[in-house]
T-cell receptor, first 114, second 113 residues
Framework: AQTVTQSQPEMSVQEAETVTLSCTYDTSESNYYLFWYKQPPSRQMILVIRQEAYKQQNATENRFSVNFQKAAKSFSLKISDSQLGDTAMYFC???????????FGTGTRLKVLA | SQTIHQWPATLVQPVGSPLSLECTVEGTSNPNLYWYRQAAGRGLQLLFYSVGIGQISSEVPQNLSASRPQDRQFILSSKKLLLSDSGFYLCAWAPAGRLETQYFGPGTRLLVL
């Protein structure tokens, strides 16, 4: 069975600094997708970034980037130039390609400090 | 562009009462639709998914049911709510034929007393 583990329940970072959120996963699938979702206090889940496992290049979306280590089954999220609006719960998720199933981690609560 | 709506935003219901939560998607056809529940401080649990009208698959046996009466409408129901049904319910959609990315609605906060 697939599992996703986020070992950092809470983190904080100073505004304008960089922070990295960790995620490890376990899967027997040969191809799959990995995601980071953000859940701000409004609780709507917002897609931050997506990575397809067969692509070697790490995905980047503006201030958000990932460090995808396929052999280690690691998928960390780096947030550069942190902003107060980045304060949220961040969920890592995996999904086998061609299926509807998402497996979510338990989340990391990030607080950006002014 | 596509948008997804959920209502109500918040609901307080007594134990034993019925439930109906609605989700609608605009700007797309034949989406895949999903219902998730998020308990306090926890991740998301997939409850139901649907690939078309009248086609519902249940992931977790429970007190809830789902229906899809129209292409872009997904309803979560219960005949008799339990205390354990309290939580945050999220609807999500994915484009037809492209399952890889799901987009979430604003959610409904349900409190059963």
């Amino acid at each position: 069975a697939q599992t996703v583990t986020q070992s950092q329940p809470e983190m904080s970072v100073q505004e304008a600094e960089t922070v990295t959120l960790s995620c490890t996963y376990d899967t027997s699938e040969s191809n799959y997708y990995l995601f980071w979702y953000k859940q701000p206090p409004s609780r709507q889940m917002i897609l931050v970034i997506r990575q397809e496992a067969y692509k070697q290049q790490n995905a980047t979306e503006n201030r958000f980037s990932v460090n995808f280590q396929k052999a280690a089954k690691s998928f960390s999220l780096k947030i550069s130039d942190s902003q107060l609006g980045d304060t949220a719960m961040y969920f890592c998720a995996s999904s086998p390609k061609g299926t509807y199933k998402y497996i979510f981690g338990t989340g990391t609560r990030l607080k950006v400090l002014a | 562009s596509q948008t997804i709506h959920q209502w109500p935003a918040t609901l307080v219901q007594p134990v034993g009462s019925p439930l109906s939560l609605e989700c609608t998607v605009e700007g797309t056809s034949n989406p895949n639709l999903y219902w998730y529940r998020q308990a306090a401080g926890r991740g998301l649990q997939l409850l139901f998914y649907s690939v078309g009208i009248g086609q519902i698959s249940s992931e977790v046996p429970q007190n809830l049911s789902a229906s899809r009466p129209q292409d872009r409408q997904f309803i979560l129901s219960s005949k008799k709510l339990l205390l354990s049904d309290s939580g945050f319910y999220l609807c999500a959609w994915a484009p037809a034929g492209r399952l890889e990315t799901q987009y979430f609605g604003p959610g409904t906060r349900l409190l059963v007393l």
